[in-house]
């Protein structure tokens, strides 16, 4: 008897699955967890957003039908996503859109593309970046190189650096830009360095594709897209991975759109006709129920005011855990050194601490936070604040 299976590889398990687990296991009261990447209220949940239950009802109620939609998925949500993201950047006529299992189908149906239009790329990471990206390369065995990107002294991103290292890449290559909130580091680039960006891209003929996970978890839904909106109008292609999970709180439903900005029609329909066979031969249909929910909040007024003021919120509490996790480290440590936690955006930043000193916050306080010390601002509470700088400032010093 074969006994192929047994002779899989083992697979490494989930870093952030193994620290959940850990953290379920620990029965101290004061335990804190700053790792796993949902977001959270003041009181440690993860609601469904009002909007969301409401377009839920609705669509309870009038959907008469759960036949197949377009391998693409529903033709009105494109256009709503499409709006959402890209504003008036690119002309409808220009933009392919396809409907995926939330913002991790995107990327993966994105590189699919970009590896099928140039088989000779290479990927260009930044360092760091969200660790499924190269993972989902090195699954697809599409090559890989990064860019230096964040700065640990400093806590912005480098541009020279960046631009440096993006200037050794040939035409054709990818060049994947986190468009908001910079997982793991919180750094995003200004205005005058997407600016920088888009014209580097332009001259050696580079494919950006930005990965858009946290719209309006930074700066606001307009400012979050304005860089990316720049670069739309600055190069003849570019791809956007669209993730919903975080920003309409669908994680579990799976919400995510693949678009393709394209120089012209023809090559738009060529590129549609790309991501239908893409999703074809990958799952056939995408999922359709969070994305009707999504379509429903964008486009009925009401919902969609709902929706931005609870965005809102969800943004403003990061900001006032940056602000007070800051302040409390400063005012412990006497130190300047975490003052970059007020400037970053989005759910996430770097400590700077050692793995060694990431051991001990787990094992001396209770504290988990992901091995290269990045936190989930939206772990903490106004109430833990004080604990967890306490604890911050006692291993890391
Ligand atoms: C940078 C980045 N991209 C994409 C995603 C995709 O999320 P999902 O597949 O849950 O929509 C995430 C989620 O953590 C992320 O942080």
């Not at 699955?17 to 029965?27: N, V």
């Not at 796993?36 to 949940?45: D, I, N, Q, W």
């Not at 888009?198 to 700066?219: K, N």
Request: with cysteine.
């Amino acid at each position: 008897m074969t006994a192929l299976l047994a002779g899989l590889p083992a697979q490494e398990p989930d870093k952030i699955i193994r620290l959940m687990s850990m953290f379920a296991a620990d029965d101290r009261p004061g335990k804190i967890d700053l790792g796993v990447g949902v977001y959270r209220t003041e009181t440690g949940e993860t609601p469904i957003l009002k909007a969301v239950k409401t377009a839920e009802a609705r669509l309870l109620d009038a959907q008469l039908t759960k036949g197949y939609t377009a391998l693409s998925g529903d033709p009105a949500f494109h256009r709503a996503m499409a709006d959402l993201v890209l504003g008036n950047s690119v002309p409808q006529g220009q933009i392919a859109a396809l409907a995926t299992p939330g913002g991790t189908g995107a990327v993966r149906q994105g590189l699919e593309m970009a590896i099928r239009a140039n088989p000779d790329m290479t990927l260009w990471l930044s360092a760091p970046t969200w660790p499924n990206h190269p993972a989902i390369a090195a699954a697809m065995d599409v090559p890989v190189r990064t860019y230096r990107y964040y700065d640990p002294a400093t806590g912005i991103a480098d541009l020279s650096a960046m631009l440096d290292d993006l200037a050794q890449a040939k035409t054709g290559d990818v060049v994947l830009l986190h468009g908001c909130c910079h997982n793991p580091s919180g750094a995003d680039l200004s205005r005058d360095a997407w600016e920088e960006v888009a014209r580097l891209c332009g001259r050696l003929g580079l494919l950006p594709m930005v990965d858009l996970a946290y719209q309006g978890f930074g700066d606001g839904l307009e400012a979050d897209t304005a860089g990316l909106r720049h670069l739309a109008t600055a190069v003849p292609e570019m791809l956007v991975a669209v993730s919903g999970s975080k920003n309409f709180g669908l994680y579990r439903d799976r919400v995510g759109i693949l678009l393709a900005c394209c120089p012209d029609g023809a090559t738009r329909d060529r590129v549609a006709g790309t991501m239908d066979w893409l999703n074809r031969l990958s799952y056939a249909f995408p999922p359709d129920h969070g994305a009707r929910v999504v379509t429903t909040i964008l486009t009925d007024p009401d919902l969609r005011q709902s929706w931005e003021s609870e965005l809102d919120a969800m943004r403003l509490r990061l900001i006032q855990m940056r602000q007070a996790l800051s302040a409390e480290l400063g005012r412990i440590t006497g130190t300047d050194r975490f003052e970059k936690l007020r400037h970053q955006r989005g759910m996430f930043s770097l400590l700077g601490a050692t793995p060694d000193q990431v051991a001990a916050l787990r094992t001396d306080h209770g504290v988990y936070m992901v091995g290269d010390s990045r936190i989930n601002l939206a772990g903490l509470t106004i109430e833990t604040v004080p604990s967890a700088a306490a604890a911050i400032a006692a291993a890391m010093t």
